[in-house]
């Protein structure tokens, strides 16, 4: 059987996408080396997009009913002064989502593979160890050995994706180096699970900046605790990992008798960006195309995107006919966003890892006199075709709840949508926009308050959202809306155009 997409690797990233290509009628192979998700928990934060993307696949009530919402993260300094203070909110935010999840990785990973396991386009080879992989011009040959039997196998697909993280096959397949965005150091990392009430550090994360020794605090869900201690050089990976060294770094807020240590390793925090993220039918995703410090928590979410900008591009190209340079626009987009959220992070990691005595004073007046709240993160997509030039092409989009009382995304699903002031169209005018686009799109019309607000906010009569959920244009009148639809249009078709006017003569 001749596979859409072979996905490698079935981490969070790797099952989300295979998820999002079911769902588009894709048919998808998943080949994963291990039989079972990770015990230990690893990633511990999403935020609302991951969640839009969760609830696209079927799975945001259960992801959510697992998971804590955060009410954000603190910095203090050696003498508990506050540096920074970045309150996330707790009332449903404008993506329809709270703005910050805690979550249990293993819970994650159960719940997006279940969801898989019901979908007759998706075959997972669990045990399964990719160790060739073999490109034509019609497809991908990806060869494996079935751990299992020890029994050599083989598909083949359209396109192959590695999600297959930080040491990925795929991406040394591809050839490129990582770029380096400056961060490296060590941390043990260490989890525990609470054995009995305990209240001393809250439910904020916290950052502490301690010259002596940086450290982080994370709320988890439950009865879940991580804390993160950065090491000094020289200190042994193996004996700092010690119950007995563990305890001891924690002594001042935790001990033995609240709570069970369940895991601790050392950890090399790296700020690193692929640069190449294709090369012909080989894409790379997550882990396998960046990594970044865990300071902002949004590893995760970098992955989760990734998935979402490839999977609608890979349903354009085989469902829709849409010309395969579409997928250049992938790192062209997604390169860009996540470099920025990466170097937020080793930004935020030099103020938490600043020991010389004049660095850190020099961080502590700076901070003190500067705002107390960290920027909005809202980076925009890199520069593409699909990107224009106006100030809302390429932020992620709104997701406001219609007149009929179901959010946005509920009614339009995987397609582009038209948002639209009632007043701006006609029967007539939504059955040419249709006929526009060789895509499927949704036009939704509607005078609820959040839609207008969305709308006043992006001074616009209507705006044109990607099944990304990204902001594609907006528009004032229908001749703009059309032209809007028209551009994307030849975007789809840019590699095919020469040759239909050459048949055209």
Request: contains cysteine; hydrophobic residues 45%; negative net charge.
């Amino acid at each position: 059987m001749m596979f859409d997409v072979a996905v490698i690797g079935l981490g969070p990233v790797g099952a989300t996408l295979a998820n999002l290509l079911a769902t588009y009628g894709l048919t998808v192979a998943v080949l994963e080396r291990e039989a079972a998700p990770y015990a230990l928990p690893r990633a511990v934060h999403f935020d609302a997009e991951c969640m839009r993307v969760f609830d696209t696949i079927g799975v945001a009530q259960d992801v959510g009913a697992a998971c804590h919402v955060s009410p954000g993260m603190k910095f203090v300094n050696a003498g508990g002064q506050l540096l920074v203070d970045w309150p996330r909110p707790q009332e449903i935010g404008a993506q329809g989502w709270h703005s910050s999840y805690r979550f249990h990785q293993p819970d994650l990973e159960h719940t997006l593979r279940a969801r898989l396991s019901g979908r007759r386009n998706v075959t997972v080879h669990l045990r399964s160890e990719v160790y060739a992989i073999e490109e034509s011009d019609s497809h991908v040959t990806v060869k494996y050995e079935d751990l299992s039997r020890g029994k050599l196998e083989a598909i083949e697909a359209a396109y192959v994706v590695g999600a297959d993280g930080a040491r990925s096959l795929v991406r040394r397949l591809i050839g490129g180096e990582m770029e380096d965005l400056g961060l490296h150091e060590r941390w043990l990392v260490f989890d525990a699970v609470l054995k009995r009430p305990w209240s001393a550090l809250g439910d904020y994360s916290v950052q502490f900046c301690d010259p002596a020794r940086p450290a982080t605090y994370v709320r988890g869900v439950g009865d879940r605790r991580r804390f993160e201690i950065m090491l000094h050089p020289g200190e042994d990976a193996a004996e700092m990992a010690r119950p007995e060294t563990v305890w001891s770094l924690i002594e001042r807020w935790m001990k033995p008798e609240d709570a069970e240590l369940e895991r601790a390793v050392v950890y090399t925090f790296h700020a690193l960006v692929a640069q190449r993220w294709r090369r012909g039918r080989l894409l790379l995703a997550g882990d396998s195309a960046h990594q970044t410090p865990p300071f902002l928590g949004q590893g995760l979410c970098a992955g989760i995107r990734d998935a979402a900008n490839l999977a609608w591009k890979l349903s354009a190209i085989l469902r829709q006919g849409a010309a395969d340079a579409l997928l250049d626009t992938y790192q062209d987009e997604r390169a860009p966003h996540v470099s920025e959220y990466i170097s937020l992070a080793v930004e935020l990691g030099r103020i938490i890892q600043a020991r010389e005595p004049a660095e850190v004073a020099e961080r502590d007046s700076a901070l003190a006199t500067a705002p107390r709240m960290l920027r909005s993160l809202s980076p925009r997509l890199g520069q593409s075709g699909l990107r224009l030039a106006e100030p809302a092409s390429g932020v992620v989009a709104a997701q406001p709840l219609l007149a009929s009382g179901r959010r946005l995304d509920t009614v339009t699903g995987q397609s582009f949508v038209v948002l639209a002031r009632p007043e701006l169209l006609t029967a007539d005018s939504c059955q040419a926009l249709h006929a526009l686009l060789p895509y499927p799109l949704a036009v939704v019309e509607d005078a609820s308050a959040e839609t207008l607000a969305c709308l006043d906010e992006l001074n616009a009569g209507a705006v044109v959202i990607r099944p990304d959920r990204y902001v594609f244009g907006t528009a004032s009148d229908v001749p703009q809306l059309q032209a809007l639809l028209a551009r994307l249009a030849r975007i789809f078709h840019e590699e095919q155009a020469p040759q239909a006017a050459a048949a055209a003569c």
